[in-house]
């Protein structure tokens, strides 16, 4: 009991700690964001992906842009990542048939996804009410929380789902083409959703997990569960053969510096068709 109440102690002062230096370390990040070589890395950290698809950026971001307003989503500077990496599998001719979201939060992404992929179906998974980490992450309550999901939500080729991920293993759920993994990102939970997610993965489908921390980050020095994601993620790359590999979540030096985040991508290998 004494080392349990130490280690929350220590937590809790660490954290402290850290939002205190918050403002001087934001000083110290714009002024060495200016260094061109970092501008220059970061601009061009997440090109492989279009590369590799086959695509341009800018083809990819006017097509984001367009369905962001069809959708009724507001962009700006230093967007995640994630949108746009959806919008380039798109114009690569990608084309699911079934999407699973494991984390509705608002429903922003939901919407989004529904909108550039209008012949998929799009399952979207959100805690209900009555669970005990519910009031923690929507503390505006359920009845405005709702509401705000009844509005967004309301269309043909959205299925939600109230239920903890844990009891996905007891849904009668399809295999999935796409899935954007936005839930817990610490354990235990990130464990069992990085593990449901694979193994409802369809052969050719991409699995995408948010807001991935290294060990270097300096929020994870600060608090190391933040790496909990990265964690996972490596446990899965020493024992698979399909790897994740990982775009910059937000292409702005500035917080490059104070504390970058990835999001992860893996896509399962097709089986070669037979001669």
């Not at 109440?5 to 220590?10: I, M, N």
């Not at 746009?84 to 992404?109: D, I």
């Not at 979207?124 to 923690?136: A, I, K, Q, S």
């Not at 694979?198 to 980050?217: I, S």
Request: hydrophobic share 40%.
């Amino acid at each position: 009991m004494s080392a349990m109440l130490t280690s929350l102690l220590g937590n809790r002062l660490r954290l402290r700690v850290d939002r205190a230096l918050r403002p001087l370390r934001a000083v110290w990040a714009v002024y060495h964001a200016r260094d061109a070589a970092l501008r220059t890395r970061v601009a061009h950290y997440n090109d492989f992906f279009f590369d590799e698809l086959g695509v341009t950026r800018e083809s990819a971001f006017g097509l984001y842009q367009e369905v962001a307003r069809r959708a009724g989503i507001r962009t700006g500077d230093s967007e995640s990542i994630h949108r746009l990496a959806f919008a380039a599998l798109r114009v690569s001719g990608f084309k699911p048939r079934r999407v699973l979201e494991l984390g509705t939060h608002l429903g922003t992404t939901t919407t989004y996804l529904a909108e550039l992929f209008p012949e998929a179906m799009v399952y979207t998974v959100e805690l209900p009410p009555d669970d005990p980490l519910y009031p923690r992450l929507h503390p505006e309550g359920a009845a405005r929380h709702d509401a705000v999901l009844a509005e967004r939500l309301a269309r043909s080729n959205i299925i939600t789902l109230r239920v903890n991920t844990v009891r996905l293993q007891a849904q009668d759920l399809p295999d999935f083409d796409l899935i954007w993994l936005d839930a817990g990102h610490n354990f235990p939970e990130v464990a069992w959703d990085h593990f449901f997610c694979l193994h409802r993965l369809a052969p050719g489908g991409c699995l995408f997990t948010d807001d991935v921390r290294l060990p270097n980050n300096p929020r994870v020095r600060w608090d190391p569960g933040r790496a909990d994601v990265y964690t996972v993620i490596e446990y899965f790359n020493a024992r698979q053969p399909d790897q994740f590999r990982l775009l910059l979540k937000r292409e702005s030096p500035e917080k490059f510096i104070l504390d970058p985040k990835y999001v992860g991508f893996v896509k399962r290998k097709a089986p070669e068709a037979s001669s």
